[in-house]
């Protein structure tokens, strides 16, 4: 039995939370996101603003990258809860935090999180710890999906209703999974009711990036194999389009960097801009 084996939350996921909490530290107001629930679930250690991974300057246009995604998808979701959506699908949640950040919208859904057992397990242990609950909305889906689990399959037996719309997020998942993998969870999510949407990151081939993210890239990329966790998918804009309809998805398009940056960050003067690499597809069914 591994009731002994420690819990622990995965470290991309630690990474994204911190994060987001040093955006409302050191970056100038009008923040994008507020997002302090990460760093409360962390509870890392005193010295956490000194780990190389999160000095300000280097990390900056990471985390505005990672803060305009977050952005984009809160934006989406109330939405379509005002166009009565009454499901949201996180894939890949780590430590999303939109349903203790927006109880208000959140109490509106069924929110279904899916992801590893072990950050989950975690995830809610800490929840509860911190007075937070997990309301009765709030549903966390475990999927092993190193050994081979449907995340379709478990989905469906947690009470989620497949003949109603729905909303399904995936952000910085697609960069580990091979091209088959992303193609069958695309057709998966095309079956979904008429009327659902999908907001979807891909990655940039490094060549397409700017020059200036290309640095920090490499050393992702580097941080990733050393960690067993490689990239393994890059796409062109026309190849994210391209897969899209490939799945049977309708209405596809792109949300650029370019598209995040006029949206969230225009007038700034801090040089606080997002990076490069990422591309949102969003698709109807």
Not at 77 to 84: F, P, R
Not at 128 to 138: A, D, Q, R, T, V
Not at 161 to 173: E, F, M, N, W
Not at 257 to 270: C, I, V
Request: one cysteine or more.
């Amino acid at each position: 039995m591994e009731h002994n084996k420690k819990r622990e939350p995965d470290n991309t996921a630690v990474r994204v939370a911190l994060w987001r909490a040093l955006h409302l530290e050191v970056d100038a107001q009008p923040h994008i996101i507020e997002d302090n629930v990460g760093l409360q679930l962390v509870a890392p250690d005193e010295g956490w603003r000194d780990r190389p991974d999160m000095s300000p300057d280097f990390t900056k246009r990471l985390r505005a990258s990672i803060v305009a995604r977050a952005r984009f998808v809160d934006d989406l979701v109330e939405e379509q809860v005002a166009c009565g959506i009454s499901q949201y699908v996180i894939l890949g949640a780590g430590l999303d935090t939109f349903a203790q950040r927006k109880p208000e919208i959140a109490s509106q859904l069924q929110i279904y999180e899916i992801d590893q057992p072990d950050t989950q397990v975690w995830k809610q242990q800490r929840l509860m710890e911190l007075g937070y609950g997990i309301p009765e909305w709030l549903h966390f889906v475990s999927v092993d999906f190193e050994a081979g689990a449907s995340w379709w399959e478990q989905l469906t037996k947690s009470g989620f209703d497949v003949s109603q719309p729905v909303v399904v997020a995936c952000t910085g998942v697609s960069l580990y999974l091979t091209r088959e993998a992303i193609l069958t969870t695309l057709r998966q999510i095309a079956t979904l009711a008429p009327g659902s949407i999908l907001a979807m990151t891909f990655y940039l081939p490094i060549n397409l990036m700017n020059a200036q993210d290309r640095p920090l890239q490499e050393i992702a990329e580097k941080g990733a194999r050393a960690a067993g966790t490689p990239f393994l998918s890059f796409f062109s804009p026309e190849e994210i389009l391209a897969l899209g309809r490939e799945a049977g998805l309708k209405e596809v398009m792109t949300v650029s960097t370019d598209n995040l940056a006029e949206r969230y960050f225009a007038g700034r003067t801090d040089g606080f801009s997002p990076a490069s690499g990422e591309v949102f597809l969003v698709a109807t069914v």
